[in-house]
C-alpha cells in the first residue's frame, strides 16, 4: 500500500491531504460549490435526518452489496460522478479513475469536460460511462453523439442542469478560470506546490503535451492554459427536451438524464426514452438553494416508481449509501472524495477509496442486520421528524 494511504481511513481524509498538495485555483475549483455554497452544505446536513432501525439477531455472515443496473452488474451501487479536469488535478486523473471503477466492479462515468480524450479511457476501461454537455447546435450535437458511439461507449449521461454559467465566486477569488489564465500568481502557485508541478502538470507536458478540453465537441477544445477564455456555456440557454428526443432517436446504447430534481422532469426523461436518471444538483455547484438530491428523491420515486433512479451528491459514508438506498434509489455517485484519492496517491489511491466506502458499506448492513443491499427499504428508517409512538 502507497505509505500515505494508511492515514486515509474515511472518505474525507483524502481531502486533507489534497488541499496540501493541490495549487489553491485547483483546491478551490474541486472543493468548492456557489455563492453562499446553501446547497452543498445541505447535501450532507439532509443525511442527519434520518437515524437506523436496526434489525437484532440477523444473521449477516454474508452480506450481499451487489446490484443491477438495466442489465449492468456491479459489485456495489457506488460509482464515480464525472468530474471535469480530473487531469489537472491528478496525472492522467480520468483514466486513473477509470481503471480503478473497473478494477473493482463499480460504475464511473467519465466527464464531457475532461482532458484526455474519451477514446483513450474507453481504450483503458472499456465500460466507462461517459457524460456529455450538450452543444448549442444540432451539427454539433450530432457529430459529438456519433463519435461517443464510435468509441464504443454504451452508457451516455447527458446532464442538463447547466443551461448558463454558474456564479462560482470562489473561483474567482482563488485566482482559478477555465482555461487557466497565465499569470505571476498561478506561476507562484506552482512553484510552492513543488510534488504537484513535477508529478502532475510538467510529466503531463512532457509525455502528452498541453493538455486540452478534448470531449465537450466532437473536435478538440480549447487548451487548459491559454492567455484568453475561450470556454463557452451561453450556446446551452436554448437546449430543451425537444433535442433530448433527437438524441434518443439517433443513440442505441443505454440514455441516463443526470441533473433531475423535479418530479415532472423525472417523468418527461422517462417519457423520450431514458433509461434512467441520477437525481443531482450537481455537487451544489450550479444554482445555490436547490433542494438537497435527497430530500427530493422520495417524490422523485413515487413519481416514477419503476424506473432507474440513482443519486449523486453529498454521499460520504456507507451509512449515506444505505439511506439513499433506503429511499430509493439504485445506486449513488461520488465525486469530490475521489477526485481528491486520484491527488494523494493515483490509482491506488482511488481503489483505496473505493475499497473504504465499500467496506463501509458491507459493515454497516451487518450493523444494521440487512443482508441484501437490494432490499433495503423505509422500514431501516426512522426520520427524525416522524411522530412514533412506544
Request: charged fraction near 20%; proline fraction near 5%; aromatic fraction near 6%.
Amino acid at each position: 500500500m502507497h505509505r500515505v494511504l494508511r492515514h486515509c481511513l474515511s472518505l474525507h481524509d483524502f481531502e486533507r491531504i489534497a488541499r496540501r498538495k493541490l495549487p489553491r485555483p485547483l483546491y478551490a475549483y474541486v472543493s468548492g460549490a456557489v455563492e453562499d455554497e446553501a446547497s452543498v452544505t445541505d447535501n450532507r446536513a439532509c443525511f442527519q435526518d434520518y437515524s437506523f432501525l436496526p434489525s437484532a439477531l440477523v444473521n449477516v455472515s454474508k452480506v450481499n452489496t451487489g446490484v443491477n443496473l438495466d442489465g449492468l452488474s456491479f459489485a456495489a451501487p457506488i460509482g464515480i460522478a464525472p468530474m471535469g479536469i480530473a487531469a489537472i488535478t491528478s496525472y492522467r486523473g480520468d483514466v486513473t479513475m477509470a481503471r480503478a471503477a473497473a478494477a473493482a466492479n463499480v460504475p464511473c462515468i467519465m466527464s464531457g469536460s475532461s482532458l484526455i480524450r474519451l477514446e483513450e479511457v474507453m481504450e483503458a476501461a472499456p465500460g466507462t460511462w461517459f457524460q456529455a454537455y450538450l452543444p448549442g447546435d444540432e451539427l454539433q450535437i450530432n457529430a459529438l453523439i456519433d463519435r461517443v458511439a464510435a468509441a464504443q461507449v454504451e452508457t451516455l449521461v447527458l446532464t442538463v442542469d447547466t443551461p448558463v454559467a454558474a456564479n462560482r465566486e470562489n473561483n474567482v477569488r482563488a485566482g482559478f478560470s477555465t482555461p487557466l489564465k497565465p499569470s505571476v500568481r498561478l506561476a507562484l502557485e506552482g512553484i510552492t506546490h513543488p510534488e504537484w508541478l513535477c508529478c502532475t502538470f510538467l510529466k503531463t507536458l512532457m509525455k502528452h503535451g498541453m493538455p486540452h478540453f478534448e470531449n465537450n465537441y466532437a473536435t478538440r477544445g480549447a487548451p487548459i492554459v491559454a492567455k484568453n477564455v475561450l470556454r463557452d456555456f451561453s450556446d446551452r440557454g436554448h437546449l430543451s427536451w425537444d433535442h433530448v428526443r433527437a438524441i434518443r432517436n439517433r443513440w442505441k446504447g443505454r440514455l441516463i438524464i443526470k441533473g433531475i430534481l423535479n418530479p415532472a422532469d423525472a417523468v418527461k426523461a422517462i417519457a423520450v426514452g431514458a433509461e434512467g436518471i441520477i437525481v443531482s444538483n450537481h455537487g451544489g455547484r450550479q444554482l445555490d438553494g436547490s433542494v438537497a438530491p435527497l430530500r427530493i428523491l422520495p417524490h422523485i420515486i413515487d413519481a416514477i416508481p419503476d424506473s432507474l433512479v440513482m443519486l449523486d451528491s453529498g454521499i460520504r459514508r456507507g451509512t449515506d449509501v444505505i439511506k439513499a438506498m433506503a429511499l430509493g434509489a439504485k445506486a449513488v455517485f461520488i465525486g469530490r472524495p475521489f477526485n481528491y484519492a486520484a491527488t494523494v496517491a493515483g490509482e491506488d489511491g482511488v481503489a483505496h477509496a473505493i475499497k473504504l466506502i465499500s467496506n463501509e458499506l458491507k459493515r454497516d448492513m451487518g450493523l444494521l442486520g440487512a443482508t441484501e443491499v437490494t432490499a433495503l427499504s423505509l422500514s431501516h428508517l426512522f426520520h427524525k421528524g416522524q411522530a412514533r409512538r412506544d
